[in-house]
């Protein structure tokens, strides 16, 4: 079993539609949580970071972590054909190891 | 102002050469790190550099070897180019090493070994 899973899609929603993208891990020691968007032919740029459980809302996109089920989500709300990147997750269990990658989730908004 | 840029952008390359990346960050991170991405868009780590020192070396074939003259550079030479290198390599930097701490990702170098 890979340490992280993440369904690669492709995902196409219309535009203002409400999105979910989700992880999975194996795990229970990591703490550290992220969500990396990227366009295409650009490099990862951070979007949500969480440590430990919890919410965290930021404009249109809400970051949800559980650990008890090892599961973290990212909703984007009234989704934007300028959503469409490809949206990793990405976890650590210290400040000190490297993050590790899903495989990434594409996504298209259709206007 | 480019916080990390890599060069070059493209690489297109035979077999059985030797190619080198450079990496540069302006931020003032102490850590730099190498990752590569492949056709379905894993990204996974290569190597982690903090203050010129390798702190992470991934299982990760003896042909490649990075070289950090510096804080602010992190170059990958890789010798003997197979076509298995194909992929997109990716240079980022964080302020410390790990999680912990938000990572900057450069526009990334597409290597393409015919």
């Known amino acids: 079993q890979k340490e992280v899973e993440q369904d690669p899609g492709p995902l196409s929603v219309p535009e203002g539609a409400i999105v979910s993208l989700n992880c999975t891990y194996s795990n229970s020691a990591f703490q550290y949580f992220m969500w990396y968007r990227q366009y295409s032919r650009k490099g990862p740029e951070l979007l949500m970071y969480t440590y430990s459980s919890g919410n965290k809302e930021d404009g249109r996109f809400t970051a949800q972590v559980d650990k008890s089920s090892k599961y973290i989500s990212l909703f984007i709300r009234d989704s934007q054909p300028s959503d469409s990147a490809t949206y990793l997750c990405?976890?650590?269990?210290?400040?000190?190891?490297?993050?590790?990658f899903g495989k990434g989730t594409r996504l298209s908004v259709i206007a | 102002d480019t916080a990390v840029s890599q060069t070059p952008k493209y690489l297109v390359t035979q077999m059985g050469n030797d190619k080198s990346i450079k990496c540069e960050q302006n931020l003032g991170h102490d850590t730099m790190y190498w990752y590569k991405q492949d056709s379905k868009k894993f990204l996974k780590i290569m190597f982690s550099?903090?203050?010129?020192?390798?702190?992470i070396n991934e299982t990760v074939p003896n042909r490649f070897s990075p070289k950090s003259p510096d804080k602010a550079h992190l170059n990958l030479h890789i010798n003997s180019l197979e076509l298995g290198d194909s992929a997109v390599y990716f240079c980022?930097?964080?302020?410390?090493?790990?999680?912990?701490?938000?990572?900057?990702f450069g526009q990334g170098t597409r290597l393409t070994v015919v």
């Open positions: 980022a930097s964080s302020l410390q090493q790990g999680g912990a701490t938000e990572a900057f």
């Open positions: 550099y903090n203050n010129k020192e390798l702190i």
């Open positions: 990405a976890m650590s269990h210290s400040g000190n190891t490297p993050l590790v």
